[in-house]
C-alpha cells in the first residue's frame, strides 16, 4: 500500500482523496465545506476494495456530518476525525505524500514541486494573477502541513502543461511594455487534465506518446481545448485567465472586449459588474437559463428556441478550435472528449466535428451513442484521425505527480 492524500482546496471549502498508488485506487475521498459559515458540512466516502482485477473502486458508506468549521485547519481536524471514525486508518496506514492542486503557477512553475516556505511566497505572490484561487489553495497547504508536518508536500499547477506553448502562441498582440509590466499573456489551464487524458490516449492506443499530434476537449463546467504535439501543450484556448477561449457553463469564451468598452460607457457597469456578468452570468446559463447540459438537451427536446441557439452557440465555437488546431498542428492522430459535457453528451461531440470528413475525421454515431463508461473509440475503424471518449482522472494525475517529486 502506498497511500498519497490528494487536496483540492477553495476558499470555503477543499475536496480531499486518499490514494494506493500501489494499485491507483481511490480508498477514501471527501469535502468539507461551508467553511467559516454558522455550521460547515463534512462528507467523507469510505471505498471498499475490489479483491481482484482492475474493476472500479465502488461506493461503500458516504457519512455527512454538519458542525461549525471556522477555518481550513478546523476542516483538517474534521477530515482527521472522519478517517479515524470510518477509515481508512491514518494512523496504520499514513499517507506518504501529501499532493495540492494550485490554480496558477505563473510564468515561473513548469513542474510539480516540493512545497518549501519559498515556494509558499512564490505561490502566495502568484495570487496577483488568480486573486480568488491563489490565497485558497495556500489556506488548504498550510492547514494540510500543520496537519501532516512530516511527510512531503506537493503543488501540481493548472497552469504547468501549458509552460511549453512557444511566444507566437501565448503572446497578446497589445502594447508590449504594458503585457510585461503586468504579466499579461495566455497561460491556459486545466492543464493536469489535457495531460492526462493525452497520456491516457497513448497508452490505450498503444503507441508513443511521442508520435502522436492530439486535440484534447476538456469540456465540464469550465472548458477548454489544447493541441498536443508529441505530449507537449502548443496551444490552449483558456489565455490570461480561464475565461478565454471556448462557451462554457457561465462564462462567455471568447468575445470582443470592445464589448466591455460598450457595456461601460452604455449601460453603467463597472469592472465588478462586467467580471460578473461574463465569469457567473454568460455561457449557457446566460444564453438560456441553466449552465448544465443536460437542461439544454431537454429545451432542445421540448422545443425551445434558446436552448437551441444555445447549443448551435456552443458548438460553432468548438468546431472554430477543432479547425483551428488541426492548422496549429497540421492534422490530427487522436481527438479525445472527457469530463461532464465531454464524456456523456454524444450531441456535443458529434456536433464539434461532423463538418471535419475532410481532414479525416470519421464519428461512427452508434460508438458516440453508446451508454460506456470507460476509455472508447467513437471514430470508425476507417477513420484516418481516431476520436476517443477518455474519463478524466486529475486527482489521480496529481497522486502520480506528488508521488514522482516525492520520491525524486
Ligand atoms: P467541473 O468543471 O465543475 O468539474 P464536470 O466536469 O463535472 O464539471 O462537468 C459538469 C457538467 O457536465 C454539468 O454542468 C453538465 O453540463 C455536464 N454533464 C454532467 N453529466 C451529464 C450528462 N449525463 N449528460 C450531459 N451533460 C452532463
Known amino acids: 500500500m502506498i497511500p498519497v492524500l490528494v487536496i483540492n482546496s477553495g476558499s470555503s471549502s477543499f475536496k480531499y482523496q486518499l490514494l494506493d498508488m500501489a494499485t491507483e485506487r481511490t480508498l477514501a475521498s471527501g469535502l468539507v465545506e461551508r467553511i467559516g459559515e454558522p455550521v460547515g458540512v463534512a462528507r467523507h466516502t469510505v471505498y471498499a476494495t475490489p479483491t481482484d482485477g ?56 513548469f513542474e510539480p514541486t516540493l512545497i518549501t516556505p519559498l515556494v509558499e511566497i512564490n505561490i502566495d505572490e502568484l495570487s496577483v494573477l488568480a486573486p480568488l484561487h491563489n490565497p485558497a489553495n495556500l489556506a488548504g497547504i498550510h492547514a494540510a502541513r500543520r496537519a501532516f508536518p ?36 495566455r497561460y491556459g489551464f486545466h492543464g493536469t487534465s489535457h495531460k492526462f487524458v493525452s497520456e491516457a490516449a497513448a497508452a490505450f492506443l498503444g503507441r508513443p506518446l511521442g508520435e502522436l499530434k492530439q486535440i484534447v476537449f476538456h469540456l465540464g463546467n469550465g472548458a477548454s481545448v489544447t493541441a498536443i ?20 457553463g457561465t462564462r462567455s469564451g471568447d468575445i470582443d472586449p470592445a464589448v466591455l468598452f ?36 431537454a429545451g432542445i427536446e421540448r422545443g ?31 481527438i479525445s472528449f472527457t469530463a461532464g459535457v465531454g464524456e456523456n453528451a454524444p450531441l456535443v461531440r458529434s456536433g464539434a466535428l461532423e463538418t471535419l470528413g475532410f481532414a479525416g475525421v470519421e464519428i461512427d454515431h452508434e460508438r458516440n451513442e453508446s451508454p460506456d463508461r470507460g476509455i ?11 476520436v476517443l471518449v477518455v474519463p478524466t482522472d486529475e486527482e489521480l494525475e496529481i497522486a502520480r505527480q506528488t508521488l514522482g517529486v516525492s520520491r525524486a
Open 229 to 248: 504535439d508529441g505530449g507537449r501543450s502548443i496551444d490552449t484556448s483558456m489565455g490570461f485567465t480561464p475565461l478565454e477561449g471556448l462557451v462554457m
Open 54 to 109: 482492475p474493476a472500479p473502486a465502488f461506493l461503500d458508506a458516504t457519512r455527512t456530518r454538519e458542525l461549525p468549521i471556522p477555518d481550513h485547519t478546523a476542516g483538517f481536524a474534521v477530515m482527521l476525525d472522519a478517517f479515524a471514525a470510518d477509515g481508512p486508518s491514518l494512523d496504520e496506514q499514513p499517507p506518504v505524500a501529501v499532493g495540492h492542486r494550485v490554480v496558477h503557477g505563473g510564468a515561473r512553475f
Open 304 to 334: 425551445d428556441e434558446r436552448a437551441i441557439l444555445a447549443f448551435q452557440v456552443y458548438v460553432h465555437r468548438l468546431r472554430a478550435y477543432a479547425g483551428a488546431y488541426l492548422a496549429q498542428l497540421g492534422g490530427a492522430d487522436v
Open 376 to 386: 472508447r473509440v467513437i471514430s470508425t475503424d476507417a477513420s484516418p484521425v481516431t
Open 150 to 185: 512530516d511527510v512531503p508536500h506537493v503543488a501540481v499547477f493548472d497552469t504547468a502543461f501549458h509552460q511549453t506553448l512557444a511566444p507566437a502562441a501565448y503572446t497578446y498582440a497589445i502594447n508590449a511594455e504594458v503585457a510585461a509590466s503586468h504579466r499579461i499573456r
Open 262 to 297: 460598450q457595456l461601460q460607457r452604455r449601460a453603467g457597469m463597472d469592472v465588478d459588474d462586467l467580471d460578473d456578468l461574463l465569469n457567473k452570468r454568460s455561457g449557457l446559463l446566460g444564453l438560456a437559463g441553466s449552465n448544465d447540459l443536460r437542461d439544454i438537451r
